[in-house]
C-alpha cells in the first residue's frame, strides 16, 4: 500500500514539473507524436494495400491456374510472357478431356484483344474477350439481365455479345441494352452485335476485370472479328484458365495439364516448354509476402520519427536536469535515495513519450480513416499496430530518459546545493 501512494505521489510530481512548462512539454511531445502517427498510418495504409492484394488475387479463388503462351524469341532475344502463338484450341480440347486432366474441373479458353465498342454516338476502348460458356462457371460472373455466351452461340459463330457493367452503363446509361446492337471496331474490321445480357457489377480481379470487358463467343473472336490464327492456320488462344473442384487438387491439376502440353508439343524433359503456368495459390502467397515486406519498410521508415522525437526528450530532460540541480540537491538532503531520483526523472520521460504516443495514435487512425474515405487507397488499422507504436513509444521514453534521469542521481547533494 505504501509503494503505491509512493508511486502516485511521484506520478503527481512528475505531471506538476511537466505543467510548470506547459508549452515546452507539449513541443517535446509533438516529435514522439508524430512519430507514432506515421507509423499507425502506414500500417494501416500497407495492411490495406496488402489486403487489396490478397482479395484481387483471392476473388477469381484459389483452385485456379492460368495457362499462357511462352515468349517468343527473335535472333536470340525473348520477348513478353503471352505474346507467342503456341497455345490453340486443340491444346483447350486436350486439356478439357478427363481422361487427360482428371483433376480439372473446368477449363476456360480465351482469346482476347483491345477493340473499340460503339452505340451511336457512344463508343469506349473495351476488352474483348471471345470465351466459352464455361468462363462464367470459372470465374463465378452473374448475368444481371439476358444471359451469357452459351453453346450454340460458339457452334454457329454468333453474333452476339455480353457486355460487362461498366460498358453498358457507358455506352447505354439506364437503358436496358438487352436486344440493341452495338458495333465493335478492330482495326479495319468492325462487325455489328445484339447484346445478350448484361453482367452484373463485380469489380475484378488481377486476371480479368469483367466489368469493363465484352464478352462474345470465342469462335466469332478468332473469325469474324480478330485474325485468331497462327502462321500454321491453327486458331489460337491467348490464354487458358482452368480450374479445379477444390483447392487441394490444384497442384495435382497442374502436374496433369502440363504433362499433356508438353507431350502435345513435343517438348522433351531437358527442354523450356513453350508456355507458363501460374498456379493462383503460390501467386497469392508471393503477392501476400512482397505486400507484408512494404508494410514492415514502411513502419521502418516511420519509425524513424520517433527516434527524432527520442532525441528530443533527451535533450529536454537534460535541460531540465540542469534547471532543477538545486532541487536534486534539497530532495536528496532531506532523505531521497539515488534510486528515488532516478526513477522521477525517468518517469517525467516515460510520460512525455507516451502521451505524445497516445496522442499519436489517434492522429494516425484519424490520417488511416481520411484516407480510406477519401477512396484514394484503403487503409485497415489493425490494433497490432497500435499496440506496435505505443510500445515502440514507451521503449523511446525509457531508452532517451535513462541516461538524464542517471545523470540527476548521480549528482552529488552538496555540490547540487551549492549550485547557482
Known sequence: MTALVDLLEMVEVALDSLLVNKTRSMLTMLGVTIGVAAVVA????????QASITERISSAGTNLITILPGAPRERGVRGAVGTGQKLTNKDAEALSDKGNVPDAEFVAPEYSR?????????NVNVDVAG???SYQDVFGLSVASGRFVIEKDVMQRSSVAVLGYQV???????????????????????ISLRVAGVLAESGGSIFSRPDEAVYVPISTAQIKLFHGRNARGQLILSRIYMKAPTKDAVDRM??????VLKARHG?????????RIYNQATLLKTASGVAQTMTIFLGAIAAISLLVGGIGIMNIMLVSVTE????IGLRKAVGARRGDILFQFLLEAVMLSLLGGVIGVLLGIGIARVVDTTGMMRSVVAPGSIVLALSFSLATGLFFGMYPANKAARLSPIEALRYE
Not at 254 to 259: D, F, L, N, T, V
Open 168 to 190: 453498358a452503363q457507358d455506352l447505354f446509361g439506364d437503358v436496358d441494352p438487352v436486344g440493341k446492337r452495338i458495333k465493335v471496331a478492330a482495326g479495319k474490321r468492325k
Open 267 to 275: 517438348i522433351g524433359p531437358a527442354d523450356e516448354p513453350d508456355f
Open 131 to 133: 470465351v466459352t460458356p
Open 254 to 259: 497442374q502436374s496433369e495439364a502440363e504433362e
Open 324 to 327: 532543477r540541480t538545486r532541487e
Open 114 to 122: 483491345g477493340a473499340q465498342a460503339i452505340f451511336g454516338e457512344s
Open 42 to 49: 502506414l500500417l494501416s495504409i500497407g495492411t490495406g494495400a
